[in-house]
């Protein structure tokens, strides 16, 4: 079991940065590929980015590919999201979650753990 609490959400400007974390509880942290995902009222939880176990591997949504970076701390089991280039459409409540999946697996069906998420507003 892995239990994740994400943190680090808020209102930002457009052209702005944030970075969200995510600590999880468990001492196989490193043993699981970790994924930010969002999601808007009415749609669908998409994908953002995955890192794998060890950190070595990324793997990102078109969407956000060059302005987000996925990065973790296995010595602290946690994980982040840093966001920069904001833009009003990455509004949205955003999830971290944890699965033995690879990288690639970027369905929020293959992921088997998830956070409470944290609201991220941007604001044009």
């Known amino acids: 079991q892995v239990q994740l609490v994400e943190s680090g959400g808020g209102l930002v400007q457009a052209g702005g940065s944030l970075r969200l974390s995510c600590a999880a509880s468990g001492r196989t942290f490193s043993s699981y590929t970790m994924g930010w995902f969002r999601q808007t009222p009415g749609k669908e939880r998409e994908f953002v980015a995955s890192?794998?176990?060890?950190?070595?591997?990324?793997y990102y949504a078109d969407a956000v590919k060059g302005r987000f970076t996925i990065s973790r701390d296995n010595a602290k089991n946690t994980v982040y999201l840093q966001m920069n280039s904001l833009k009003p459409e990455d509004t949205a409540v955003y999830y971290c979650?944890?699965?033995?999946?690879?990288?690639?697996?970027?369905?929020?069906?293959?992921?088997?753990?998830w956070g409470q998420g944290t609201q991220v507003t941007v604001s044009s």
């Open positions: 979650a944890a699965t033995t999946s690879s990288i690639f697996a970027s369905s929020h069906y293959r992921y088997n753990f």
């Open positions: 890192i794998s176990g060890s950190g070595d591997s990324t």
